[in-house]
Every structure is written in C-alpha cells, then in structure tokens.
C-alpha cells in the first residue's frame, strides 16, 4: 500500500512562482517512477513532469518549455517541482503519480492540489 500526500499550490500572478512537493509512504521500493500530471477543467489529464528514482532521469511536457524543474529526494520519497514562470494557461489542478513495476504493477495518485494563475 502506497499513500501520497501533496503540499503546495495555491494562488499566483502571472509570471509568479508556486512550488508543489509530494511524499510517498508505506511500501516504497526503489523502482519507480513520481511525477506530477494536471488536469485543467474541460481537458483531459497531462503529464506535466516526472522522475525515476533510480538515475534520476526526468521528463516534461512539451508545454513546459523549461519553466518548471522537477527533483528528489529519494531516501525521503519525496518529489518537488518548482514552476515558474506561471501562465494562466498552467492554471489546473495538478496530481501527483506514483508508478512501479516491482513487485507487481502499482499506480498510486494523490488527492490533487488546484494551482491558480490570474491577475
């Protein structure tokens, strides 16, 4: 069993900076992959960034055109994506993922945490 829980979000102006973090507890292994996806109402759900815990390797979404930059801290299950450079387009509700493959496949989201962009 793998619970996640989410800090961060919230309001900003454009051009601002939010910062998201996430920790992953119960039955964490070494292999897996945490990221974060958002959803922006009336879309469907997009991978915004993520990172394999092992080697540290990252993907971003094409939209995301270096503003934002995702890290971790493995020995505390924990991702942090900082995003800056907001636009009103990021505003969405934003999920983080936990995927592995070991033992079995496993598919954890958080709760979600609503970041909003606006003057």
């Known amino acids: 069993q793998v619970e996640l829980v989410e800090s961060g979000g919230g309001s900003v102006q454009p051009g601002g900076s939010l910062r998201l973090s996430c920790t992953a507890s119960g039955s964490i292994f070494n292999i897996n992959v945490m990221g974060w996806y958002r959803q922006a109402p009336g879309k469907e759900r997009e991978l915004v960034a993520q990172i394999i815990a092992s080697g540290g390797s990252t993907n971003y979404g094409d939209f995301v055109k270096g503003r934002f930059t995702i890290r971790r801290e493995n020995g505390a299950n924990t991702v942090y994506m900082e995003m800056n450079s907001l636009e009103p387009e990021d505003t969405a509700v934003y999920y983080c993922?936990?995927?592995?493959?070991?033992?079995?496949?496993?598919?954890?989201w958080g709760q979600g945490t609503l970041v909003t962009v606006s003057s």
């Open positions: 993922n936990y995927r592995t493959h070991w033992p079995t496949y496993l598919e954890v």
